[in-house]
């Protein structure tokens, strides 16, 4: 017997094996962040004062401006998929690569700004919170560049064979893309505003 | 996904003919497999292996209750300078086997065994599926696992030892630099978290999409609801403890003060850290995930004994209905009870009096299983069988354990017993002679279906009688003692104080009684092994059950079933009126 609903829907469940898989794995990604989130608040509720205007606005808004588009070039990726046209598809996905790595150069330059300043991680809980939650974000991000350099290089490959498998993994893919772009959505304004 | 072959024939899964006719080299096959038996049967041996490891270590524990400041006989000479001196135990020493005693049989032992062995084993043929639905994140899972197990071992060598702050790894305490092994413990956890993530996602995967055609969700057996729910807990409860573990491990390596709060003084010296921080957040963290956990422990035993008890008693579950609604109701429960183990931290009484009423709701369909489970025997013809021994035990040792868990949960009651060995004898019931019973009674349940040969009976009986009577010599006294002030994790046994004089001689009776559980699981591991060579061959249903894995050959081939199942009934159809036997297959129309 083989494994199936790898590719087909279950008539019942409406869903393929992997879209529920993912669908699962960003449950427990909101728990994890959820959980971060909540540190959050209880260490700023209880904290004396609280610093305000430490962070660079216009780097993060800069960064928030590269994900959204990185999402947006991500849905462009799965879309010229789903209409056979292979090479827009790689544009896109190369795209999102970009930008994500994008992403990371303007964080190597705050980062470095505030670890210049001696303001690292064990200056304060503000900036503990910074460069954990930021931190473990940008894994996130570094993760989905591997996933996406592997659909880029030998995954690309399953195109010839099982293209409606490929088109699942890019849909995954992005679902996974869009949740880390969500995150950052949600600190931004915690981190650099509020 | 792509190596799924089918194979017809038999022959081949077995496990000691591997010789030529297989595509799959042995380190395919044994070692780095994507099968979900031999996965199963991977963390089964490796969680065994822990099992063991994590008692040994109590064992020498107990001598140091039973004999304080004696040295340790037998191995005492090999433990080092560091840790017992000419055999007698260090107090670091004795803190250190506390921790990991703990950490071991939780995250490396029970969940390990009750989870990714049984679950991984039996749920798929359960479900009449060919294997898991991601085989290769199964693999990635159990071997995650094993980087986790080999952390921790290894943080046994470190200087400093290993962790020594108690298995719930409590700030400040847990942040001072003091032991190196806390660190490791921490990055230990984090390979457990992830590994059990990966498994969840499969289980539940699973689950909802590879059930065989007509098994819908009211007619899966009631492990595979116990898997179910379970596999939800470790999905939405580990990952706040894995951000815990995050936030722990920036304080001790990078500096941060999440834990640690300000002006805090050690040994006379005040602490140079960043200060602001809230130790009382890690417990709520921590035990988010811990108290779900304890049912992580309990569903899946309960899962194994509704199958032999069903099997064994030859009839329907009684309730079986209630029982499903109940586990689901249960894990919902799970996520809100966590902080009834804070009474004493003066969290305030508003949260105080929510909890405890969150923890007597909670124990409503615990007792409904349980209820159910023993009215299921009510007028049946019990075939007493080696799993059905052990299953029978852990109804009445689950039952001691839930109902001493009441007073604990009621926040007046607990002011008195938190802390003390009341507490060690209460979780210990539910977890020891309970989940590790159940556990028992499912390798000698399914050993047929893993191998193709069954267990001995006579080596079974010993080591039923003999666990039995010594595990409650163990725990028993536990109770007397926490209810006279007895506090746990005391390196001398509590002989430094004045109230414990009298009870301090069940130190020795308990001494006694582990060491005699240890000798009485000889024979499980003499069975165990002996088994497999000339254990009595058997067909693919040697207890005349009803549900699909005995459909599968025993020992199932890669992709488990040679025809594809179809289910026609309900799971534990047994002595249906006017049938021509006892037991109507979910299999046979």
């Given at each position: 017997m083989e494994i199936p609903y790898i590719v087909e829907t279950?008539?019942?469940?409406?869903?393929?094996n992997g879209k529920l898989g993912i669908w699962l794995f960003l449950a427990s990604e909101v728990m994890l962040f959820g959980a971060l989130f909540s540190t959050y608040i209880i260490l700023r509720v209880g904290a004396p004062e609280w610093p305000h205007g430490e962070l660079s606005v216009l780097l993060g808004a800069i960064n928030t401006v590269i994900l959204i588009s990185s999402s947006v070039t991500m849905v462009m990726a799965w879309a010229s998929l789903k209409m056979n046209d292979w090479g827009t598809h790689r544009l896109y996905l190369v795209a999102t690569f970009a930008l994500a790595a994008l992403f990371l150069v303007n964080k190597y330059f705050e980062y470095s700004e505030h670890l210049g300043k001696?303001?690292?991680?064990?200056?304060s809980t503000f900036f503990a919170i910074y460069f954990t939650l930021t931190g473990l974000h940008g894994l996130h991000i570094v993760g989905g560049m591997v996933v996406m350099a592997y659909l880029l290089g030998p995954g690309a490959k399953m195109w010839k064979k099982n293209p409606d498998q490929f088109a699942n993994r890019i849909e995954a893919t992005g679902l996974y893309w869009h949740f880390v772009d969500l995150v950052w959505i949600f600190l931004f304004p915690v981190l650099y505003l509020l | 996904m792509d190596n799924v072959t089918t194979h017809e024939s038999v022959a081949h899964s077995q496990a000691h003919d591997h010789a030529h006719h297989e595509e799959l080299g042995f380190w395919r096959k044994y070692v780095f497999s994507v099968d979900h038996k031999v996965i199963g049967i991977q963390y089964a041996f490796t969680g065994l292996f822990f099992l063991l490891f994590g008692f040994t270590l109590m064992m020498i524990m107990r001598w140091q209750l039973a004999y304080p400041g004696r040295p340790i006989p037998l191995i005492g000479a090999w433990l080092g300078q560091d840790r017992a001196p000419m055999g007698i135990m260090l107090p670091e020493f004795y803190n250190q086997l506390g921790a990991m005693h703990g950490t071991i049989m939780v995250f490396l032992g029970v969940v390990p065994l009750a989870v990714g062995g049984f679950g991984n084993f039996v749920m798929p043929l359960q479900l009449g599926a060919?294997?898991?639905?991601?085989p290769k994140i199964n693999m990635v899972s159990y071997w995650v696992y094993f980087l986790g197990g080999v952390t921790m071992l290894t943080s046994f060598f470190l200087k400093g030892g290993a962790a020594q702050s108690g298995w719930t790894s409590y700030p400040p305490l847990a942040t001072l630099p003091i032991a190196n092994g806390q660190t490791m413990w921490l990055i230990g956890m984090i390979f457990l978290i992830t590994s059990s993530l990966l498994g969840s996602i499969n289980f539940i995967t699973t689950i909802v999409q590879l059930r065989a055609k007509g098994l819908s969700f009211m007619r899966l057996p009631f492990f595979v609801w116990a898997q179910f729910v379970t596999s939800f807990l470790l999905l939405l409860a580990f990952p706040p403890l894995e951000a815990a573990g995050v936030l722990q491990l920036m304080d001790r390596v990078?500096?941060?003060?999440?834990f640690m709060p300000s002006g805090l003084v050690v040994s006379g010296r005040p602490l140079t850290v960043a200060g602001n921080g809230n130790p009382l957040l890690w417990q709520h963290l921590f035990w988010f995930l811990a108290h779900p956990e304890v049912y992580v422990l309990v569903l899946p035993a309960m899962g194994i004994v509704s199958e032999i008890i069903a099997n064994n008693t030859r009839?329907?579950?009684?309730g079986y209905k209630a029982m499903v609604y109940s586990v689901v109701f249960l894990g919902f429960m799970s996520f809100i009870v966590w902080a009834h183990h804070m009474f004493m931290t003066g969290m305030g009484t508003a949260m105080s009096a929510f909890f405890q009423t969150t923890t007597m709701i909670i124990s409503i369909p615990s007792v409904i299983i349980l209820t159910a489970l023993l009215l299921s025997l009510w007028g049946a013809s019990i075939r007493f069988t080696t799993p059905m021994l052990f299953a029978l035990a852990f109804l009445p040792m689950f039952g001691i354990g839930g109902l001493t868990g009441l007073p604990l949960g009621l926040a007046p009651a607990d002011i008195h017993l938190h802390d003390t060995y009341y507490v060690i004898g209460h979780f210990h019931y539910v977890v020891a002679p309970g989940t590790i019973f159940a556990l028992f009674a499912g390798v000698y349940h399914w050993f047929p279906k893993a191998t193709g040969k069954k267990m001995n009976e006579t080596l079974g009986w010993i080591h039923f009688w003999g666990s039995f009577i010594c595990i409650n010599l163990v725990f028993m006294p536990m109770f007397i003692q926490g209810l006279g002030g007895m506090n746990r994790r005391m390196y001398d046994g509590g002989a430094q104080y004045a109230h414990n004089a009298g009870l301090l001689k069940w130190n020795l009776v308990i001494g006694f009684a582990a060491w005699g559980l240890g000798v009485f699981q000889i024979p499980f591991i003499i069975n165990f092994f002996s088994s497999i060579k000339w254990g009595k061959a058997v067909d693919k249903n040697p207890w005349e059950a009803t549900t699909l894995e005995w459909l599968a050959p025993s020992p199932p081939g890669h992709g488990n079933f040679l025809t594809e199942p179809i289910v026609y009934r309900n799971p534990y159809e047994y002595?249906?009126?006017?049938?021509?036997?006892?037991f109507s297959p979910q299999f046979e129309a």
């Open positions: 279950r008539p019942d469940t409406g869903l393929h001696g303001e690292g991680p064990w200056h | 060919p294997d898991m639905a991601f990078a500096g941060t003060s999440f009839k329907p579950l009684w002595s249906v009126p006017g049938a021509a036997k006892d």
